[in-house]
């Protein structure tokens, strides 16, 4: 009893030592049913839509196979060249890529993760001697005082290579797509449908989780008790078991009538309603991945997509909204990149005219800017992005 202020003292002093959050049954009731969205940083968006997501594969493919496959033209404001280093130094880059390989990669790290970089390698001539296309994950943008690059570093484990960017010609060429809320990096069109890869893959694990462990049969046979039976003997048990294995299981016993005995009912089974929902679900989510990378829904396969008239209108939409704006931006960048190694004022670009899906589109504008007898010769070949012939009179529209 003399001691007992002892006892409660410590008593209060384990309440008072005692380290826990006032609010933590709350936050762990709310959290409970929160959703689990997957990692935001680059790898993970490339495995879960890329590598894991056929909708995204298939959209990235489809626009880096056609903006690379695109034929490229050099020129200047006099003429179009046929020959040229720098065209030949595109066309051959380096001993393992063509111009099509080198190109794909490029669009495939843009579009994956907004940032694409190209290594010009030191040659002898003031024009580098190869191309390489870098991972965009493996490269670290060091930023100066004035915010502007200095220098990139490409990590590969534990080592570091530093590019230091030089005034006059850098030797990395970084293109990124446009990002309000980051001044070094772009933003991707994954990044965009993250939530809409997460949807169509999780569908589709619940479709397969569905198939592994809680598929419904086609039916189930059902046996009502008579009077006083609690159920089937072992034997009956075991003969209806051999017979259904042995009469009506694989591919030649399929359509056989099911002869059943007293007291055996069949009882059909199939999805409940909202068990087909998912597959809605999983078509919506595709249209939102293919939205976000400009791909018409109709190119992939996506079932429930009418905004085209037909297949043909899709495919020239597809390379008048999302192809030509990409490889336009790209190749310019990279040609004035390559021109600042060379001293010269060239421009890169894909030439139009040799675009098949926009071959009636372009026959409709020559014969636009040919019928234009207002405008001379110079002005026509402006509208039409050729360069300008020296020799040709500028009073002479229609030579």
């Known amino acids: 009893m003399v001691f ?39 790898g993970s968006l490339t495995r879960s839509g890329f590598s894991g997501n056929p909708v995204g594969f298939r959209a990235v493919k ?26 030949s130094l595109v066309t051959a880059p380096n001993p393992a890529q063509g111009r099509a390989e080198l ?11 907004g ?15 190869e191309l390489h296309v870098l991972r965009s994950d493996r490269m670290r943008l060091v930023p100066g005082p004035d915010g502007w690059p200095v220098a990139y570093d490409y990590m590969v484990d534990a080592r570091r290579h530093r590019f230091e960017v030089r005034e006059r ?39 397969k989780s569905l198939l592994d462990n809680a598929a419904r049969p086609s039916g189930a046979i059902v046996w009502t008790a ?30 056989r009538p099911m002869l059943l005995e007293g007291g055996l009912d069949w009882k059909p089974m199939g999805f409940s309603p909202s068990d087909m929902e998912f597959q809605k679900t999983k078509e919506a989510a595709a249209r939102e991945i293919a939205v976000a990378f400009g791909v018409p829904p109709m190119l992939l396969g996506i079932p429930g997509e009418a905004t085209f008239a037909n297949y043909q209108e899709a495919h020239r939409a597809f390379y008048r909204l999302t192809v ?13 990149w390559l021109a600042s190694h060379l001293g010269e004022e060239v421009a890169l670009m894909p ?3 040799q675009v098949p899906a926009l071959a009636a589109e372009r026959d409709a504008q020559w014969a636009r800017v040919a019928g234009a007898e207002f405008l001379t010769a110079a002005e026509k070949r402006r509208m039409l992005g050729l360069p300008e012939l020296q020799d040709v009179p500028e009073g002479n529209a229609g030579e």
């Open 226 to 255: 008579g009077d006083g039976q609690g159920g089937m003997a072992a034997d009956q048990f075991q003969r209806l078991r051999e017979e259904m294995e042995l009469l009506h299981q694989g591919a030649r016993n399929a359509g």
């Open 4 to 42: 007992d202020f002892l006892r409660r003292d410590r008593e209060a002093a384990a309440e008072t030592e005692a380290k826990a959050s006032a609010t933590g049954p709350l936050m762990a009731y709310a959290g409970s049913g929160r959703v689990a969205w997957s990692p935001r940083d680059g």
């Open 351 to 353: 030439d139009l005219d």
């Open 169 to 207: 010609a850098s030797p990395i060429c970084h293109i990124k797509a446009f990002h309000p809320q980051d001044d070094h990096y772009g933003l991707s069109p994954v990044q965009a449908a993250a939530q809409a890869v997460d949807v169509h893959n999780s569908a589709s694990r619940w479709s």
């Open 115 to 129: 940032d694409a970089y190209v290594e010009a390698v030191p040659g002898a001539a003031r024009l580098p001697a």
């Open 324 to 336: 030509l704006p990409l490889a336009t931006r790209v190749t310019a960048a990279v040609g004035r």
């Open 103 to 113: 190109f794909e990669a490029l669009y495939g790290h843009l579009l994956l993760s």
């Open 62 to 87: 489809l626009i880096a196979e056609a903006a690379a496959a695109l034929p490229l033209v050099l020129q200047d404001a006099e003429q179009r060249f046929f020959r040229h280093p720098l065209l």
